[in-house]
T-cell receptor, first 113, second 109 residues
Framework: ETGVTQTPRHLVMGMTNKKSLKCEQH?????MYWYKQSAKKPLELMFV???????ENNSVPSRFSPECPNSSHLFLHLHTLQPEDSALYLC????????????FGPGTRLLVL | GENVEQHPSTLSVQEGDSAVIKCTYSDSASNYFPWYKQELGKGPQLIIDIRSNVGEKKDQRIAVTLNKTAKHFSLHITETQPEDSAVYFCAAAARQLTFGSGTQLTVLP
């Protein structure tokens, strides 16, 4: 495995629910990322944290709220999602940002009903 | 921002044949070009990468070539095996990684 774990692996939620996705990296990296992967589309970068500071927010709707309490943990809080938010959510980490190699977790498959 | 185009979107080859996947990018500041393999139910895994000071890199059956002038790079897989079947993504990085849309490779036994 890559050293990046994600929980849960699968999640079904209604549009009025609140849930959180968790990511943990065991690689000693300083940067962590959230990506959204939808069918037939490129991976979409959502958020970037470098040394616990958010350095990128790619115009993501406010119903997605990230949290990075330390360099090893990253959360994505979800509330009032829409069916079109159903996708695979991938977490990744790298030693630094930018041109560093990113290592991905297995993803959380999210279904919004 | 960076734009990465990847072709083909699907590719079927006979076992033992070679497979080639091509990508173009738009930002001349990009200096890092990784390739990822994603199997069903898993996250993308890095298989090879190249930086702009190198034109070609090889790792056993996998090779990547880079043409910075033309802004394109390619993945070559030789002697393909059924376990090579997966989705392959190219990416280019200037400030952040931008991914191509993926190629579904099927190796037919």
């Amino acid at each position: 495995e890559t050293g990046v774990t994600q929980t849960p692996r699968h999640l079904v939620m209604g549009m009025t629910n609140k849930k959180s996705l968790k990511c943990e990296q065991h690689l000693g990296h300083n940067a962590m990322y959230w990506y959204k992967q939808s069918a037939k589309k490129p991976l979409e970068l959502m958020f970037v944290y470098n040394f616990k500071e958010q350095t990128e927010n790619n115009s993501v709707p406010s119903r997605f709220s990230p949290e990075c309490p330390n360099s090893s943990h990253l959360f994505l809080h979800l509330h009032t999602l829409q069916p079109e938010d159903s996708a695979l959510y991938l977490c990744a980490s790298s030693q630094g940002g930018g041109e560093e190699t990113q290592y991905f977790g297995p993803g959380t498959r999210l279904l919004v009903l | 921002g960076e734009n990465v185009e990847q072709h083909p979107s699907t590719l079927s080859v006979q076992e033992g044949d070679s497979a080639v996947i091509k990508c173009t990018y738009s930002d001349s500041a990009s200096n890092y070009f990784p390739w990822y393999k994603q199997e069903l139910g898993k996250g993308p895994q890095l298989i090879i990468d190249i930086r702009s000071n190198v034109g070609e890199k090889k790792d056993q059956r996998i090779a990547v070539t880079l043409n910075k002038t033309a802004k394109h790079f390619s993945l070559h897989i030789t002697e393909t095996q059924p376990e090579d079947s997966a989705v392959y993504f190219c990416a280019a990085a200037a400030r952040q990684l931008t991914f191509g849309s993926g190629t579904q490779l099927t190796v037919l036994p």
